[in-house]
């Protein structure tokens, strides 16, 4: 068997780089990157069958409902090759699948010098893997091309070697079949990957260097950030130094994930492990920052360190504004293990206290969102998201807008917007339905290439803000869910931009704002007011929404007033009935919002601040 | 017991139809619904023994102010069976000596015999089911009467010397144009009659018409429709010289209906009948629901009353204002905390608050008031 016990195997801080191997898994959402991973701890026993779970390194719920990894894991798995016999340490560090977390996605890579991609072969690859593919070359890792899934009746295998060897430059041939449900092949990518990827480098000797490629906050213990070491070592007798603020902290503990945390002397070159320092808050320890020592630190940083800066914000409210605080606790919690995370108390005329946050991206956003709400049990309002905006001002000064309300009244010398660079990877029977939808959004194309036959890449530049607004759902709903998108932001541009505000008998709904082209602002305010039209119940009198740029009324509906709202019948047994009638109605009314003098139904707010997308994916859920 | 003396009305449940109307939701069943099957005669068989069997349940109280026999169809059962029930209670309780008794009918189960027989027992007041004069809107309603019908049960029931003659109308019916409810309410009005009352079509959960309207059979008509609808019966009643005496109910000079008024100013009654509900000094309570059941409560002795609820004072001054703003004479301001009337000054501006009557410190609707009083009601209340 060429599992090796634990206890014989080489030992961390003592093995030698020239034994080590340290890869990624690139893989999409539902490739079987998990299962796979399963598999190779059953392999190399470093699980035991019966401890055995499913999806066993995805730590969150949320992470098992949806099948993404949303924080990676780096485990140290002992092996011993089946084509020399010797024995190697491998450390499988899990990189998250979403293109929101794309740093964190780079700082992963490069912990490794290699990658494997694992790309179903029944499905082929996806937009978000090949521009991770992309980081994995750019970072001069070795990638091992993986078919997956190879059980399958449906499997091409054929079709979808050619693809990943015209993607990476090898043979068809050289892709390894395996099958992680079955355990079919994965023996032999143990050996692989020992064979093709190269042993770290380092100097044993020099100041220590060491990679945060992850940061996660435990409840019980604190921050466990994650590192690779490139230079020197990391011993539990050390004091750290964080690079880039210069703070210094204890070490309280170094360790290996086997998969379970196991306590170590130290971690030498090459070596994958985990710290403890008594931090309580990963932003104290930041992915992509340079550990080093106190007494001996090194003079040059570990290049690519970023400060994550957030894209797309939203403003969220408690349901019951007596949750408010409740809100905040929970997000101040939140924090501790989301560096990307930024928020600020903002008040809403219309929806009552609450915080504007900032996220990495649309799947940031709900990720948190249901983190919230899950594990704090709130019940939330969230506004539609919206990107940052640089606004200059006649008179040369500028605003950065992150919630439409704020935009300026007057008239304005320019807006710049967010510009992203967009991958679609999708049949090449939807090109037609693609380019009609980037051009609606804005977008300009700037090339396309044929990955096989009938798949194509297209990449275009296009506004964050129009991807923002249901970009992925529109694009999977036209291309029957084949399209897969990755973007990543490439700058800013002028826009001509303008806000569109939304009036309730004359009152402005702060909630309902928005900063869009000035080509979609009527069809913005035409939906808007309709929507609220259906949505408000009628009041008492007649009350006027309307859709303004500035002073301009640019789309208008009415809700007439309420003509009837009487039971005709009250005799005998009606009357309980009534009055029960009327205590239940009572609730009702506490869910009622006022805007001025209109009454407006919290599941108008929430209606009207939902695309329809978001409505079906609601109920596919239930 | 307090006020075991005071006025006691009676309101009796014949829970029996033929044919049950597709909107109605009403404790009633046809034969063959019922358990024991066989036709009516044999379904109905000593209901009314049961009926005297629970009114031995009620405590002593003063001569009767009212009854009223509702359904169902109450025109089902036979008069001499009618009339003993009378006697029974007229024995133990006496009547006062305008006492007023009702009972509703179904204009096909009537002739002039049987209406001279009704007379003949002492029931001096007639409500016939009419709805609608037109036959498009009956058949929507799935009523089983032909307008022509009401003509006739009207004349009999004036040659039979009722003193006071109602009929009942629905409005807001799929397919119904104003022009036909115009034509409804004119026909009503033209009839030998001094009152009517008005409904407003409702969709009642579990009902054959709440399927059609669920699977998109049946549309219902917009609502500000059904308003003009109200506005127009409303006019048409009062130019025949019936007015509103409460918000569905028009009548002629003392032709208003003494029992319902009984009930929406708080005033004690005992219902007799399965389901039946009853009200004595803010206790409310109601008898089980099926047929059956109360027939084997009352054999074996047992009071049928399923459930009961004692009003708090909060409830009690709840109930008051829900009812009483359907009133002509409307809500004392006085009554009212300062809140309260805050709550409704935008009413008086927007002209559903009658001002006259507001300057003189009372609350009452305006027409277009009494097409929102449930709404000008949370206003007060909630």
């Known amino acids: ?59 969150m719920d949320i992470e098992r409902e949806r099948g993404i990894t949303i924080k990676s894991q780096a485990v140290r798995l002992p092996w011993r090759s089946g084509i020399d016999g010797q024995e190697y340490i491998l450390n499988m560090i899990d990189t998250p699948g979403h293109v929101d977390f794309t740093y964190e996605v780079s700082r992963s890579l490069a912990a490794c010098e290699g990658a494997v991609l694992l790309v179903d072969c029944a499905q082929g690859i996806e937009a978000q893997t090949l521009a991770n593919l992309y980081l994995a070359m750019e970072n001069n890792l070795t990638i091992i091309p993986v078919l997956n899934k190879i059980d399958l009746p449906a499997a091409q295998p054929e079709k979808f070697a050619e693809e990943l060897a015209k993607l990476i430059g090898c043979q068809p041939e050289d892709c390894l079949r395996v099958s992680g449900k079955t355990g079919a092949g994965v023996e032999e990518l143990l050996d692989q990957i020992v064979k093709q990827i190269p042993p770290p480098v380092g100097d044993a000797n020099a100041p220590a260097r060491a990679l945060i490629f992850d940061s996660v906050y435990d409840t019980y213990r604190g921050v466990v950030t994650y590192v690779r070491v490139v230079d020197g070592h990391l011993s539990t007798r050390d004091q750290i130094q964080m690079f880039s603020t210069g703070v ?60 994550p800066k957030p894209m797309v914000f939203s403003g969220l409210y408690p349901l019951d504004g007596a949750d408010y605080p409740l809100l905040r606790e929970a997000l101040d919690k939140l924090q501790l293990n989301d560096a990307a995370l930024v928020y600020e108390p903002e008040t809403s005329a219309a929806l009552g206290f609450g915080f504007r946050c900032g996220f990495l991206g649309l799947l940031h956003m709900e990720i948190v969102r249901e983190r919230l709400e899950r594990e704090s049990n709130l019940s939330l309002i969230s506004t539609a998201p919206n990107v940052v905006y640089r606004v200059k001002r006649d008179d040369g000064k500028e605003l950065i807008v992150t919630n ?120 913005y305010g035409v939906m808007m007011t309709s929507k609220l039209r259906e949505l408000i119940p009628r009041q008492q009198f007649e009350v006027p929404i309307q859709a303004a740029i500035g002073s301009r009324i640019i789309a208008r509906e009415s809700i007439r007033a309420i003509r009837k709202d009487v039971l005709a019948k009250c005799y005998g047994g009606d009357i309980s009935r009534k009055r029960k009638l009327l205590e239940k109605q009572k609730e009702g ?34 | 017991m307090v006020g075991a003396l005071s006025p006691l009305s009676f309101y009796i449940h014949v829970p029996y139809c033929l044919k049950r109307c597709g909107y109605c939701d009403f404790n ?56 003993r029930l009378l006697r029974h209670l007229e024995n133990r309780f006496g009547f006062t000596e305008d006492a007023e008794i009702t009972i509703e009918a179904n204009p096909d189960t009537v002739t002039l015999e049987k209406l001279e027989q009704l007379k003949e027992i002492g029931i001096n007041r007639i409500s016939f089911g009419m709805q609608s004069s037109n036959p498009q809107v009956l058949k929507v309603l799935d009523r089983t009467h032909n307008p022509e019908n009401v003509f006739k049960a009207t004349e009999w029931a004036k040659s039979a010397q009722f003193e006071h003659i109602s009929v009942d109308l629905i409005y807001g019916v799929p397919s119904e144009s104003i022009t036909d409810w115009r034509s409804s309410v004119e026909t009503a009005l033209s009839l030998p009659i001094d009152h009517i009352s008005a409904y407003a079509l409702i969709v009642e959960d579990g009902t054959k018409l709440a399927g059609q309207v669920r699977r998109g059979e049946i549309v219902m008509p917009d609502e ?63 008898n089980v629901k099926h047929p059956n059941a109360y027939r084997e409560k009352l054999s074996g002795q047992n009071s049928p009353m399923h459930e009961e609820e004692n009003l708090t004072a909060e409830q009690i001054e709840q109930e008051r204002i829900m009812l009483n703003i359907r009133l002509p004479r409307g809500l004392a301001l006085a009554t009212l905390s300062a809140e309260q009337v805050q709550s409704v000054l935008g009413y008086r501006e927007s002209g559903h608050l009658d001002a006259g009557s507001w300057a003189n410190g009372n609350l009452t609707l305006t027409r277009s008031g009494r097409l929102i009083a449930d709404r000008i009601v949370r206003e007060i209340l909630l």
């Open chain 1, 248 to 307: 210094r902290h204890e070490m309280l503990e170094v360790g290996v994930i086997s998969p379970e945390p196991v306590v170590s002397k130290g971690l030498g070159v090459g070596e994958v492990g985990y710290v403890i320092t008594g931090v309580k808050d990963v932003r104290q320890s930041r992915v992509g920052d340079t550990i080093t020592t106190y007494h001996n630190p090194t003079t040059k940083a570990l290049a690519g360190y970023k400060d």
């Open chain 1, 589 to 622: 009314k506490k869910r009622m919002k006022m805007v001025g003098r209109v009454e407006v139904p919290q599941e108008a707010f929430i209606a009207a601040l939902t695309t329809d997308a978001d409505v079906d994916k609601a109920k596919a859920k239930k």
């Open chain 2, 224 to 286: 500000d429709e059904t308003a003009d609808k109200y506005l127009l019966v409303d006019e048409l009643a009062t130019a025949a010289g019936l007015s509103w005496y409460e918000l569905s109910n028009w009548s002629k000079p003392g032709g208003e209906c003494r029992h319902n008024i009984a009930y929406w100013e708080g005033k004690n009654w005992w219902g007799l009948g399965p389901g039946a509900h009853s009200h004595m000094n803010g206790r409310r309570w109601w």
């Open chain 1, 404 to 523: 439409p309300s704020e935009f300026p009244d007057g008239k304005v010398a320019s807006v710049e917007e967010p510009i992203v660079r967009a991958t679609i990877l999708a049949p090449s029977e939807f090109i037609g339905a693609i380019m009609e939808l980037c051009q609606q959004r804005r977008g300009l194309l700037k090339g396309m290439d044929y990955l096989s036959e009938d798949r194509v890449e297209i990449r275009y530049t296009l506004p964050l803000a129009e991807i923002v607004f249901d970009f992925f759902d529109q694009l999977k709903s036209k291309t029957r869910g084949y399209a897969s998108l990755d973007y990543e932001p490439i700058g800013e541009a002028e826009g001509d931009l303008v806000k569109v505000d939304i009036l309730l008998q004359g009152e402005t709904v702060d909630a309902f704002s928005a900063i869009v082209h000035k080509d979609k602002a009527y069809a």
């Open chain 1, 1 to 59: 068997m060429p599992a090796i016990e634990l206890s014989k195997a080489p030992q961390p801080a003592s093995t030698n780089p020239e034994q080590i191997r340290n890869f990624c898994i690139i893989a999409h959402i539902d490739h079987g990157k998990s299962t796979l991973a399963d598999r190779m701890l059953g392999i190399t026993e470093v699980v035991e069958q019966r401890n055995m779970r499913a999806q066993y390194l995805d730590r």
């Open chain 2, 28 to 83: 009633t069943y046809t034969p063959g619904e019922l358990r024991n099957g066989g036709d009516l005669a044999t379904v109905s068989d000593g209901y009314i023994d049961l009926i005297i069997r629970e009114s031995n349940f009620v405590p002593p109280a003063g001569p009767i102010p009212t009854i009223f026999f509702g359904g169902g169809t109450p025109t089902l059962l036979e008069p001499l069976d009618l009339g």
